[in-house]
């Protein structure tokens, strides 16, 4: 039940006015027309009612309703998936080695990172010259992928993947790479791939 205005204003008059009516001290009267007045104000009817009362600016309503509808979208929508990386075997990173070798990362688009330590590299030898060496701590640590781009090139000396690039995370057997990819993603990177065989299987001798 929710007294109307009317009633509460004729609740307020007596009790200021009629003390013999209802006997009671200034403040448990004060109390009494403060629940009134709660009970008719804030039992909000739907949102748009609850705004009025509490006096939600336009601003506020658009900063929640963009949240409302990519929500119900995202959930009619069954094809909605996030972004995620793909992992790939030895013949798709060679294809994608030699289209960097015979072309330049600039025009075929891709970016390969060996995620091993440097001394791990030094012990087997890169797996092409066209790869890069980034030790997954200062991906996972130093935060190397949302640098500033020169901020990245200074510390690494190589430029940092744009992102329309495709990046290849590899390191010795899958693992690190894996979360090299999952930072990427995270980064907002939308085109990763992780070679999961990784050194182990490409200088294996099969």
Same mark, same amino acid.
């Given at each position: 039940?929710?007294?109307? +205005?009317?009633?509460?204003?004729?609740?307020?008059?007596?009790?200021?006015?009629?003390?013999?009516?209802?006997?009671?001290?200034?403040?448990? *009267?004060?109390?009494?027309? @403060?629940?009134?007045?709660?009970? @008719?104000?804030?039992?909000? !009817?739907?949102?748009?009612?609850?705004?009025?009362?509490?006096?939600?600016?336009?601003?506020?309503?658009?900063?929640?309703? +963009?949240?409302?509808?990519?929500?119900? !979208?995202?959930? *009619?929508?069954?094809?909605?998936?996030?972004?995620?990386?793909?992992?790939?075997?030895?013949? $798709? =990173?060679?294809?994608?080695?030699?289209?960097?070798?015979?072309?330049? !990362?600039?025009?075929?688009?891709?970016?390969?990172?060996?995620?091993?330590?440097?001394? $791990?590299?030094?012990?087997?030898?890169?797996?092409?010259?066209?790869?890069?060496?980034?030790? =997954? +701590?200062?991906?996972?640590?130093?935060?190397? =992928? *949302?640098?500033? +781009?020169?901020?990245?090139?200074?510390?690494?000396? @190589?430029?940092?993947?744009?992102?329309?690039?495709?990046?290849?995370?590899?390191?010795?057997?899958?693992?690190?790479?894996?979360? *090299?990819?999952?930072?990427?993603?995270?980064?907002?990177?939308?085109?990763? =791939?992780?070679?999961?065989?990784?050194?182990? $299987?490409?200088?294996?001798?099969?």
């Amino acid at each position: 039940y929710t007294p109307s +205005p009317s009633l509460i204003s004729s609740c307020c008059d007596r009790l200021k006015g009629d003390r013999s009516i209802i006997p009671m001290p200034a403040t448990s *009267a004060i109390l009494l027309c @403060f629940f009134l007045m709660a009970s @008719f104000l804030f039992i909000p !009817r739907s949102v748009s009612a609850f705004s009025r009362v509490f006096g939600l600016t336009s601003h506020t309503a658009s900063k929640l309703a +963009p949240t409302r509808r990519t929500t119900i !979208r995202m959930m *009619a929508d069954t094809n909605y998936a996030p972004p995620s990386f793909r992992n790939i075997n030895k013949a $798709e =990173l060679k294809n994608i080695l030699s289209a960097i070798e015979k072309e330049s !990362r600039e025009s075929c688009g891709y970016v390969i990172i060996d995620v091993r330590g440097d001394d $791990e590299v030094a012990a087997t030898g890169k797996i092409s010259s066209v790869v890069e060496t980034l030790p =997954l +701590p200062y991906i996972a640590q130093s935060k190397a =992928l *949302a640098m500033e +781009p020169d901020d990245f090139l200074e510390n690494f000396g @190589f430029e940092k993947p744009n992102y329309d690039e495709t990046i290849v995370f590899s390191c010795k057997a899958g693992i690190r790479s894996q979360m *090299a990819s999952q930072i990427a993603v995270m980064e907002g990177y939308t085109d990763v =791939l992780n070679y999961v065989g990784g050194s182990n $299987e490409w200088f294996s001798s099969e």
